[in-house]
């Protein structure tokens, strides 16, 4: 069992920064792959980054790629989404999840066993 709890999330302005954790409960993180994704209202979930178990495979949607960096620290139990160069397309509810696999990443989301709660990322057009 991994219970998933995100913060960092807030207001930005197009063009701004801001960094959101995932903390993890339980021993085992550094055997789960880890993945955000968001859910912007009446759209579907979507992708937007993976991480590997071990940090040494990342994977992005492609309309983040070079504005968004994921990363995690195993030793700390979490995970981590860095996001730059904010648009206002970015504004959704973030989430992460875990995916009890050593080895490999995915964008699949039912791949993901564990959610958290969501963090609100609010960027105004």
């Known amino acids: 069992q991994v219970q998933l709890v995100e913060s960092g999330g807030g207001l930005a302005q197009a063009g701004d920064s801001l960094r959101l954790s995932c903390a993890a409960s339980?021993?085992?993180?550094?055997?789960?792959?880890m993945g955000w994704f968001r859910q912007a209202p009446g759209k579907e979930r979507e992708f937007v980054a993976a991480?590997?178990?071990?940090?040494?495979?990342?994977y992005y949607a492609d309309f983040v790629k070079g504005r968004f960096t994921i990363s995690r620290d195993n030793a700390k139990n979490t995970m981590y989404l860095q996001m730059n160069s904010l648009k206002s397309e970015d504004a959704a509810i973030y989430y992460c999840?875990?995916?009890?696999?050593?080895?490999?990443?995915?964008?699949?989301?039912?791949?993901?066993?564990?959610w958290g709660q969501g963090t609100q990322v609010t960027v105004p057009s």
């Open positions: 999840a875990a995916a009890a696999r050593s080895y490999g990443i995915s964008d699949i989301g039912p791949e993901y066993e564990y």
């Open positions: 339980g021993r085992t993180f550094s055997r789960y792959a």
């Open positions: 991480i590997s178990a071990n940090g040494g495979r990342k």
